[in-house]
């Protein structure tokens, strides 16, 4: 009898369930979009620990070549987007409808659920609006001393390396650059990675930067499937940071509170925070502090260093392009008479931020943009997205869509020369994202990257060291959602005189 009742309860369930999977399957169908069927359990997703996410997105889009994809991710169906004009409706236009993204952290996780990142509005425009001034062009200008140095360390160190017989690997070394950098100017927290490889704050990235099964897991169920989350107690950042972090940003929070100092950086901004309350009168908690400085710095040192890292193998690869960078920037160094190269000269220099941009195009780190839709919403005439449908914007797949950038898989810094510009179809280059949730660090990664590049061609020469990939044969990480190297990678440097 029991077994019967087992039976018939589990068969039940099972036709419950292919039901379900029925009628979840014709979502896209019942739309007209475009889309391949999906499996029960991964849907579409079949990247899961097998491929990038960012490279998985440029193989869909140069599978389908649609502007509208429809796909499940795991069983949520999700609209892939790689039409522009309707790209910037939903970034920008109608940013209000689109103010969240489907990725969350959990409440088992107050850090990680707490950021800018992850967090939704109306606490997000919130904390935003607070924070956002700390990245104007004159706070930008005010690091040039720090920027300056560090960049030059950074070679001092690569010149010890080579004079050791030590092969540098460029990722490890531009994450050393990109933590002291964003210690130093947003925690007001002296670092010396560049010089000895190491520091309190490197311990922390270097953990960021470790990502075994049990973080690719929990990464995957935060940007892909929200609602395991809590369920398996998965947290965005690595406990022992947000331990530090908790600890230091009290800490730091209040000394300068009591002794009444100012450094002009995030922990500031969070001082002034603490002293206001939400604009519902509750008041900012330390956690929601303590969240704001870790996103800043996972957010900010890795993306960055990869950027760097990428742009740097592509130019050891390329030396044509290597070469009129560097007559670009000895030009522009000898027309100041040999002075150090600042903000403002760097800004303006074409060929170097033509370089920089295209590292970010052909290797954007995070390779699509994630939006949720507040209300229906009519993308066209025949599609209506119903309220809350995950949208992805594939940054990817438009970066190597020929009909924007021919020639996609060539590394061509030319295509972003002033005089190319009329051949540029607006949004459909997104390495930082756009609109209100744009990526706030942009003005910041852009300056860091500027400053090291520059220094770095100044200097050295970069050569590909021999039994190295090409840039078309490098693998890419499978248990992080970004798109970075699965291996260290090296380049042999070659002191200029
Ligand atoms: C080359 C370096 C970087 C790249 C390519 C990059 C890219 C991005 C992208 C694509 C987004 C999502 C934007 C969107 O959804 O529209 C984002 C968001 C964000 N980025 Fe960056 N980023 C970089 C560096 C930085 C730095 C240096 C910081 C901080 C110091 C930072 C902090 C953040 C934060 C806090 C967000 C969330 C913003 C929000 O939701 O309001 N990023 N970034």
């Not at 440029?58 to 987007?81: C, M, N, S, T, Y």
């Amino acid at each position: 009898m029991l077994v019967t009742l087992l039976v018939v309860v589990f068969a039940s369930l099972l036709a419950t369930l292919y039901i379900q999977h029925r009628k979840n399957s014709r979502f896209w169908a019942d739309r007209g979009v475009p889309h391949s069927p999906p499996h029960p359990l991964l849907g579409n997703f079949d990247c899961f620990f097998k491929q990038n996410v960012g490279i998985w997105m440029r193989d869909l889009h140069e599978k389908f070549q649609a502007p509208l994809i429809g796909i499940w991710v795991f069983r949520q169906p999700v609209l892939v987007v790689a039409d522009p004009e309707v790209a910037k409706r939903i970034l920008v236009s109608d940013s209000e409808l689109f103010r969240n993204r489907y990725l969350a952290s959990g409440k088992s996780d107050p850090v990680g659920g707490l950021n800018i990142f992850t967090i939704k509005d109306p606490t997000w425009s919130n904390i935003r609006r607070r924070i956002t001034y700390i990245f104007t062009g004159a706070k930008l200008k005010a690091m040039h001393g720090l920027l300056s140095s560090k960049s030059k360390a950074t070679v001092d160190r690569i010149l010890q390396d080579k004079a050791n017989n030590k092969t540098t690997e460029i990722r490890t070394l531009f994450a050393d650059y990109t933590t002291d950098i964003i210690g130093t100017s947003l925690f007001g927290m002296q670092n010396d990675a560049v010089g000895t490889g190491d520091s309190p704050l490197r311990a922390v990235t270097r953990d960021f930067m470790k990502f075994d099964w049990f973080r690719g897991l929990s990464f995957y169920s935060i940007f892909f499937w929200p609602a395991l989350v809590d369920i398996f107690r998965f947290s965005f950042f690595p406990r022992k940071s947000v331990d530090f972090f908790r600890k230091s940003v009290n800490t730091i929070i209040e000394h300068r509170t009591t002794n009444n100092l100012e450094n002009n950086d995030l922990l500031d901004a969070l001082v002034k925070m603490k002293k206001d309350k939400l604009d519902d009168g509750q008041e900012f908690s330390d956690d929601l502090l303590a969240a704001q400085a870790t996103v800043m710095l996972q957010g900010g040192f890795d993306t960055t260093a990869v950027g760097l890292t990428f742009v740097v193998y592509e130019l050891a690869h390329n030396p044509k392009i290597q070469e009129k960078l560097y007559k670009e920037l000895i030009e522009a160094k000898k027309s100041k008479g040999g002075a150090d190269l600042n903000f403002s000269d760097l800004e303006k220099l074409t060929y170097l931020n033509s370089v920089s941009k295209e590292g970010l195009r052909k290797y954007p780190p995070m390779g699509w943009l994630d939006r949720i839709s507040s209300v229906d919403y009519k993308i066209n005439d025949t599609l209506t997205l119903p309220a809350n449908t995950p949208v992805y914007i594939n940054a990817m797949g438009m970066h190597h869509d020929p009909q924007f950038f021919p020639e996609p898989h060539k590394f061509d810094p030319d295509r972003f020369l002033p005089e190319n510009q009329q051949n540029f179809v607006p949004f459909s280059f997104v390495p930082f994202g756009e609109g209100p949730r744009m990526c706030i660090g942009k003005r910041f990664a852009q300056m860091t990257m500027r400053y090291l590049l520059s220094e770095l061609v100044l200097s050295v020469q970069f050569r590909p060291l021999p039994g190295s990939p090409k840039p078309s044969e490098v693998n890419y990480e499978t248990k992080f959602a970004f798109l970075m190297p699965e291996h260290p990678l090296s380049v042999e440097f070659i002191p200029r005189n």
